[in-house]
């Protein structure tokens, strides 16, 4: 390996990982785009080693995963009305929180002005907001896995992944329909997720597609579904999400099983390569949940609302509970305590590091087959 180690400038575009300035600078100019292009050049992998069950963890995920199919058209109950309005409301009161920034000193802000119709329509506004960018995750992981079955040089993480190809189309589909049927409107990709998705699609390595992909994207979105499906009274979206977990918990499992054979082997150069990877996605990951095009299109300067949000502590505790399940993934990869422990420092930084001894996906999803709990949702 003759790569330079990178600062943190180099890696994510700044010196300070909490410069507001310089994320906020970040921004999609281009909302009407209808396609996007990213070019890579990998290798595509015939095995002719067709052992199946060779790998038997694989395999065993692979098996399961055939059986755990649903249908995304006739498995939900679509019949459900879904009012955004009385949601926002309704969702404040369960959680003990308040929907109109009662108790947050708002003043010198311009949402000193606002009454409940202005926190109504941002509560609504964040619901479109949070959904489109779940579907756009979800297209990531659709052609992310993609890219993995022809990537990938073993026949088993070859079978498992197709599987996947299936499990993420659906994803797709669902979060779309949900969003034309129940809310009120897309947004277009976030600027720092499609950032991410760029760098992860265009490395050619596929080790790198499975650990920008299962090990960081997936577990924040394990975190995040997790999050919404235990905050939200909207029982359509509680169904839809259990039966998506179901999902991704097997897909950062095979993350998990699949780099930690491949890592044992890396050197410590190659490792420091695949922490800045996941630095870098964690940084960009988490830039994205000041939801920017939110407050944009409630008139509301997003660089103005911002540091004060970063201050709510409710809001901390979401933004680093997104970590829960990527830090002791990486813990279980090895890649903490890699090259000096590189990664550690970063994710002390960012704070966050105190996940690092929660249950990884690996053993959590061992766990939940040994007991006989059902993979999916009924
Ligand atoms: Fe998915
Ligand atoms: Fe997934």
Known sequence: ??????????????????????????????????????????????????????????????????????NAQTDLPWETPVDQEALVIANAVANGATFNGEGMDLSGTPLVTWGDKEWIEFGVQSQ?????????GEQGALVCTAKIVESVPWIDAKYYASTQVMDEARHVEVFNKYLDEKLSGHYPINSHLRLLLDDIIADSRWDMTYLGMQIMVEGLALAAFGFLH????????????RYVMSDESRHVAFGVLSLQEYYSGLSAAELRERQEFAFEAAVRMRDRFLQQEVWDRMGVDPRVIAPLLLQVPERQMF???????????????????????????????????????????GEEYDTLQATGEAAVAS
């Open 1 to 70: 390996m003759t790569q330079e180690m990178r600062s943190t400038e180099e890696i994510i575009g700044r010196a300070d990982i909490n410069d507001l300035e310089a994320i906020m600078a970040v921004y999609n100019t281009d909302v009407d785009e209808e396609r996007h292009v990213v070019h890579s050049d990998y290798d595509t992998v015939f095995t002719w080693d067709y052992d199946k069950g060779s790998r038997p963890k694989l395999d065993k995920l692979y098996e399961k995963a055939k059986k755990a199919q649903w």
């Open 128 to 136: 479109n907001w949070t959904l489109s960018q779940f579907m756009h």
């Open 319 to 361: 933004q680093s509970m997104l970590f829960s399940k990527i830090v002791p993934n990486c813990k279980k990869l090895g890649l903490l305590d890699a090259a000096d422990g590189w990664l550690r420092t970063k994710f002390t930084e960012l704070g966050v590091i105190a996940f690092e001894d929660l249950t990884d996906t």
């Open 230 to 241: 235990q905050m939200t009274t909207e029982p359509l979206l509680k169904q839809l999400l």
